[in-house]
Nanobody, 124 residues
Framework: QVQLVESGGGLVQTGGSLRLSCVASGRTFASYAVAWFRQAPEKEREFVAAISWSGRSTTYADSVKEQFTISRDNAKNTVYLQMNSLKPEDTAVYYC?????????????????WGQGTQVTVSS
C-alpha cells in the first residue's frame, strides 16, 4: 500500500507562486509514476501533470505547461508541483496520484493511489 499526503496549498494573489508537495509512504515509491490532478467546485477532475518513476519523462496539460513544473526527489519520496503565474482559474483542490506502472503517465484519473488533496485559492 502507498499513502500520499499533499501539502503546500493555500491562499495566494494573482501572479504569485506556490510549490505543492506530495510525500509518499513505501519503499517502492521510486518505481511509481505520479500525477497531479485538480478539481474546482462543480467541475470534473482535471489532469495537470505527470512524471515517470525516473523523472526523465513528464507531460503537462496544455493549460498549465508554460506555468507549472512537475519534479520528483525519490530519495525524499516526494513529488513537487511548482506553480507560477497563478490565476483565479487555477483555484481548485489539487490531488496527488500514483500508479505502480512506472510509465503510467495517464491523463485520465485511473491511478492506483490518491491523496486527500490540498486547497489552492488564487485571489483576484
Amino acid at each position: 500500500q502507498v499513502q500520499l499526503v499533499e501539502s503546500g496549498g493555500g491562499l495566494v494573489q494573482t501572479g504569485g507562486s506556490l510549490r505543492l508537495s506530495c510525500v509518499a509512504s513505501g519503499r517502492t515509491f521510486a518505481s511509481y509514476a505520479v500525477a497531479w490532478f485538480r478539481q474546482a467546485p462543480e467541475k470534473e477532475r482535471e489532469f495537470v501533470a505527470a512524471i515517470s518513476w525516473s523523472g526523465r519523462s513528464t507531460t503537462y496539460a496544455d493549460s498549465v505547461k508554460e506555468q507549472f513544473t512537475i519534479s520528483r526527489d525519490n530519495a525524499k519520496n516526494t513529488v513537487y508541483l511548482q506553480m507560477n503565474s497563478l490565476k483565479p482559474e487555477d483555484t481548485a483542490v489539487y490531488y496527488c496520484a500514483a500508479d505502480s506502472n512506472p510509465m503510467h503517465l495517464s491523463r485520465t484519473p485511473n491511478y492506483d493511489y490518491w491523496g486527500q488533496g490540498t486547497q489552492v485559492t488564487v485571489s483576484s
